[in-house]
Structures are given as C-alpha cells and as structure tokens.
C-alpha cells in the first residue's frame, strides 16, 4: 500500500509525496490505520524505521479534519520526549509534514528563554513536542493549558516512564483528559515497564516488530578488545583510515568527551564535543554542525544516544560500553537510518567485560568478536601522531637501548 492510497487529507499527501515518502516502512504500516481509528496504541519497532512519522501521519491528519477547542494556552497534541535534541528534532518533522497542514507545533524545552514559547503558546498550539521540565514550570506559571488534551503521545517510551520521568508522566496524567488518545513508541522495552505502560493506556492495540536482537538488521556491530589507555590510538587509528566517514563516538562522561576532543586535537584530527554541561544553544549549534557535515566526528555522551536521527551516519564508535544495555542498542541505532546500512564498533577494556555480558544477555546473542592481531594492536600504538605519547615512547625506546647495551 502506498501514501497515496490512504483516506488521509490531501495537505498531508501532497507533502508526503514532495518529501519523498512513498510507502509506510512496517510500523507505519501498522499502526497508522489504528490511530486513524482512534484506538490508542503502543508500538515497539527498532531505531531507525520510522516511528516519528508512524505516528505525526495520523496525528497531523486527525488535527486537520476536526477542529477541537483551541483556547488561550491550549494544546491538542502532546508529545513528550526525554532530551532537547528530541524535542527540536520531532517539533521539526511535524512542522515538515504538516507543511500544507493548518497545524501549529511547537518544540518546548528548556535551556532557552521561554519568553518567545510562552508568546507562541497564547494563542493555542496543536502540537507541542516538549521535555518534562520546561513543561511543567510553564504549566505552573499559567502559560500552558493540557485540560483540553486530545492526544498524548510517548516517544522513547521506556525511558520516559522509567525511573525520574515516571513521577512526571503520573502528574501529566492527573491533569489531562482521562477520554484521549495515548500513543506509545519506542525501540527497547522491558517487563517491568511494560507493565506501567499498561497502567496508563487500557485496551492499547499491541503492535511489536521486534526480531530476536534489538539491533536493526542493517547495521554490523562488533566488539575489540582494547585496554583503557589504549583507546584513543584505536579511535585515531579509525577516524584517520575512514577520514571521510561520519563518526559518532560515545563515551561515558562529559568529562571524558571533553578528554577525547583533546586528545584528537593533538593528532590532528577535527572533533566535537557534545553532552549536557554545555549551554543549550550552542548544543544546538554543534549538532546543526554535525548534521551538515561541517563537523563529520562527533564525540558524545547518553544525552544523544536516544531518537537523533540524522541519515548520514556511517559509524557508531563505542568508545566506552554503556553500563545501561539498552543504551547500547540507541547508541548503535544512530547509523542505519532507514533503509541505509550502518556500522558499529565497540572498546571494551578489561574493566568493562561486566557491561558487555549485560549487553550479550540483553540483545540474546554474543556481539561478534573484531579480531586485533597482536602486532598491529602495537603498530596501531606506535602510528600516533600524539606528541605527548611520542616523546614518552622516545624516552622508553632510550631506555631499552640503556639496556641492551648493558647486556652487551
Ligand atoms: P525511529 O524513530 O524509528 O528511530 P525516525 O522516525 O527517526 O526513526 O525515522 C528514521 C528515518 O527514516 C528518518 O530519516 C525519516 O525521514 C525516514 N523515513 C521515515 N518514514 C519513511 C518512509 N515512509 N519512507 C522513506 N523514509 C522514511
Ligand atoms: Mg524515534
């Protein structure tokens, strides 16, 4: 079936055939029709298959055939995300879709002025794609309305109802329209979750495209060996034998992002960094940056392993496991968009082989082994172009030849 067989409003055809979206990929397939029907819905497709447009499609339409009460401050449709990356990101597909479409959307976050969202937010919005924080404090301050609520929708469902965003969701709940619809959309989900998530829809139609391992099919991802001082000649290494690649790197702290820019800096290599302790703006900027193509290697932490969905990605580094095994299937989900082939690779240092094991029991099956013969995990070593490493190795080669000579 394609877009152009649906009984969807011609402003939304019409846009779907200029983007160029001519069939629905699987899930859109399946649950589009549902949400059209009014049911609520919870679906679990991996990362990269479409779910932003599974679920703008029929929103965007219903919004467009019903007129619904747009008072001062009010929403119709509420989509909450866990990041701020997120919530630009899928405010701007709704605007994108929506283009011929009388829809109003709004990204609400925070780290940004809220003058200008509490201006746009007098007159109504239909769609307003928001993290918890900004949110609440403007409904709080008046400034936003959700009595009047048509539709909640969850994207990254599981990690908007685990732990800190779960309080969250429950005094959302309290406060909209116990008659909506709810959507709930995610890549990863467990039992436990699972079980809240029932909590807050009743009847939701189940919609699962889940093989086996929760990493998408297109993309190769594999596990080296390296220990923990080594890693940065092994990122070298890569970034320098794939210089016209798109590279993602994830490492654990804010702290060692900054670390590795560092020390790309000193071998001559263009990074970015990118993690919570920088302001929002400039988050923004650098990751405009990276979607360019004016940065090509963007080293980061979890606050863009969720959703980020720019095509262009060639390669998912790993530069430190994730201690949360789902984050490893978000974190490899940033390549592979679509029906694009992606690679991923990761560092595990002795230390982390606990993180890996979790990983292998998480996805079922054993990441395949990238094999690093012993002589050129030294060449790789010896190859940097660190100053810093390379007067040190100096040092080391004097030494040893100290020590020849003492045994001649
Ligand atoms: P997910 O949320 O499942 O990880 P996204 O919604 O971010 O995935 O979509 C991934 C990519 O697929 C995006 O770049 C999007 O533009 C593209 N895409 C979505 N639906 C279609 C479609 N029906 N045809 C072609 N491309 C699509
Ligand atoms: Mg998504």
Redesign the pocket.
């Known amino acids: 079936m394609r877009f152009s067989d649906y009984n969807i409003v011609k402003e939304l055809k019409d846009r779907l055939e200029e983007v ?6 699987d899930i ?1 397939f399946k649950s589009i029709k549902h949400i059209l029907d009014g049911e609520d819905v919870m679906a679990v ?1 991996q ?7 599974a679920f703008a499609i029929p929103v965007i339409d219903k919004l467009t055939r019903s007129k619904g009460r747009k008072g001062s401050n009010s929403v119709r449709c509420l989509v909450m995300v866990p990041t701020r990356e997120l919530s630009k990101q899928i405010s701007e597909v709704f605007l994108d879709l929506g283009k011929y479409a009388p829809v109003r959307t709004l990204g609400l976050y925070g780290g940004v002025d809220q003058e200008q969202q509490i201006r746009t937010l007098k007159n109504g919005v239909d769609v307003l794609v928001a993290t918890p924080g900004r949110m609440f404090d403007l409904i709080a301050q008046g400034a936003l309305d959700v009595s009047g609520l048509e539709f909640l929708v969850l994207d990254e469902a599981d990690l908007m109802l685990d732990l800190g965003f779960n309080k969250d969701i429950q005094d959302i709940l309290r406060k909209i329209p116990k008659k909506r619809q709810t959507l709930f959309f995610t ?1 990863t989900i467990d039992k436990q979750i699972k079980k809240l998530a029932y909590d807050v829809v009743r009847d939701a139609i189940r919609i699962q495209i889940s093989p086996k391992n929760p990493v998408a099919g297109n993309i190769e991802h594999a596990v080296a060996f390296v220990e923990m001082d080594h890693k940065r000649f092994f990122l070298e290494n890569m970034l320098k034998e794939f210089e016209e690649l798109k590279f993602i790197v994830f490492v654990r702290t804010k702290v060692r992002a900054e670390r590795v820019v560092a020390a790309m800096e000193r071998v001559g290599i263009k990074t970015e960094a990118l993690h919570g302790g920088i302001e929002q703006k400039e988050r923004f900027s650098i990751l405009d940056r990276f979607r360019s193509g004016e940065n090509k290697v963007l080293i980061t932490t979890d606050v863009a392993c969720r ?1 980020i ?1 720019i ?1 262009t990605v060639d390669y998912v580094i790993n530069y430190d496991l994730p201690e949360n095994p789902e984050n490893y299937v978000h974190r490899c ?1 940033r390549t592979g ?2 029906t694009r082939k992606g690679q991923a690779l990761s560092f595990c240092s002795e230390s982390e082989n606990l993180f890996l094991q979790a990983i292998e029991l998480y996805t079922g099956e054993e990441v395949e082994h990238y094999h690093i013969d012993p002589a050129d995990y030294k060449e790789i070593i010896n190859d940097s172009d660190d100053p810093t490493y390379n007067w040190k190795k100096l040092i080391d080669q004097a030494n040893k030849e100290d020590g020849k000579e003492d045994e001649w």
Do not use: H, S, V
């Open positions: 160029g979206f001519k069939k629905p990929t859109q497709a990362t990269g298959t479409g779910k932003t447009a890549a959703g969905d095509p989900g968009r679509g």
